[in-house]
């Protein structure tokens, strides 16, 4: 059964600091891997998708790196900001054609 | 990509009652799916929804309680049927065209049972 980690699961940071946010799965056997950002009581926004043939997916300030073979994946907060302060949630969508999703990790980013 | 309309997306409702949750998307897409998120937890998948038959439903989740309908390839509904505090929750609807393409979600719905 597949199971999704995600450490910290709360992060504090001053403005401007560069981050890494991890994400941990048990079975290997991926289609991809999805980061998503939430922000409180909203719905969910796609921020990366990374397939299990690629190695790494940038977008702006952001990257996120794949190791499918350990089952590690990090996402990358360059330079982060206030408007940074969300949940950021990873997520696998594995052979069984589900999408499982880690606990997240709340990220506070000071001014 | 596609954009995908949630509504309500916010409600109180009593405790016996039941409410319609409705995804809209701007285009046909493949999969569907609707998820439950209890206050502090992540993501939990209630069921697929199949366009022209019954969906599929995941172990803890049955028809009575959370009919869903799937008319055609842009539109889907859930409904909470005898809601109880416990079904207190954000749900979410969700899609995408393939295994290997991004997942999109709506923007959810805040339901409160009293």
């Known amino acids: 059964k597949q199971e999704v980690t995600q450490i910290p699961a709360a992060l504090s940071v001053p403005e401007g600091e560069n981050l890494v946010l991890n994400c941990s799965f048990t079975?290997?056997?991926?289609?991809?891997l999805q980061w998503f950002r939430q922000d409180p009581g909203k719905g969910l926004t796609s921020l990366l998708l990374?397939?299990?043939?690629?190695r790494e997916q940038t977008s702006g300030r952001l990257n996120a790196s794949l190791d499918k073979s350990s089952g590690r994946s990090t996402l990358y907060i360059a330079a982060s900001q206030p408007g940074d302060s969300a949940t950021y949630l990873c997520?696998?969508?594995?052979?069984?054609?589900?999408?499982?999703f880690g606990q997240g990790t709340t990220l506070q980013v000071k001014p | 990509s596609a954009v995908i309309s949630q509504k309500p997306s916010r409600d109180i409702c009593q405790r016996g009652t039941s409410l319609t949750i409705q995804c809209q998307v701007d285009?046909?897409?493949?999969?569907m799916f609707w998820y439950r998120q209890q206050p502090g937890q992540s993501l939990t998948l209630i069921a697929t929804?199949?366009?022209?038959?019954?969906?599929?439903?995941e172990s803890g989740f049955v028809i009575d309680k959370f009919p869903i309908s799937r008319p055609n390839l842009t539109f889907s509904t859930l409904t909470v049927s005898n809601m109880s505090p416990e079904d207190s929750s954000i749900y979410l609807c969700?899609?995408?065209?393939?295994?290997?393409?991004?997942?999109?979600f709506g923007q959810g719905t805040r339901l409160t049972v009293v």
């Open positions: 990374i397939q299990s043939s690629q």
């Open positions: 997520a696998v969508w594995g052979y069984t054609g589900k999408l499982i």
């Open positions: 929804a199949n366009q022209g038959s019954e969906a599929t439903y």
């Open positions: 079975d290997s056997a991926i289609y991809n």
């Open positions: 969700s899609f995408r065209q393939g295994k290997n393409t991004e997942a999109f």
């Open positions: 285009s046909q897409v493949t999969m």
